[in-house]
């Protein structure tokens, strides 16, 4: 089991930046692949970013490349995600998941951005843009 608690949301204007944390705890957090994910008032679930293992390969939604940066630091249990020129489109609760990688395997860039590949999901934390 992986436990992912996800930090940093909060109101930031328009064009502000913001950085969010997750936290993980459990089994070694290095074997997994790491994604976030967002949802909106009345809309799915959609992908932003997501990182492999090992070769920290880095996937982005077209919506936020170049403006959100994910990354991971396997000493600290913890991946980021740093969102700058943020707009009041990217108000959504932003959740953090985990997918499981055997030894040997890889993710696939399919696999990294479908919510239905990840085994461990956090609580979310609410991330609010105003115009």
């Known amino acids: 089991q992986v436990q992912l608690v996800e930090s940093g949301g909060g109101l930031v204007q328009a064009g502000g930046s913001l950085r969010l944390s997750c936290a993980a705890s459990g089994r070694t957090f290095r074997s997994y692949a790491m994604g976030w994910f967002r949802q909106a008032p009345g809309k799915e679930r959609e992908f932003v970013a997501a990182?492999?293992?090992?070769?920290?390969?880095?996937y982005y939604a077209d919506s936020v490349k170049g403006r959100f940066t994910i990354s991971r630091v396997n000493a600290k249990n913890t991946v980021y995600l740093e969102m700058n020129s943020l707009k009041p489109e990217d108000t959504a609760v932003y959740y953090c998941?985990?997918?499981?990688?055997?030894?040997?395997?890889?993710?696939?860039?399919?696999?990294?951005?479908?919510?239905?590949?990840?085994?461990?999901w956090g609580q979310g934390t609410q991330v609010t843009v105003s115009s």
């Open positions: 998941a985990a997918r499981l990688l055997m030894a040997g395997t890889y993710i696939t860039t399919a696999q990294a951005m479908d919510s239905r590949e990840y085994d461990y």
């Open positions: 990182i492999s293992w090992p070769r920290l390969t880095t």
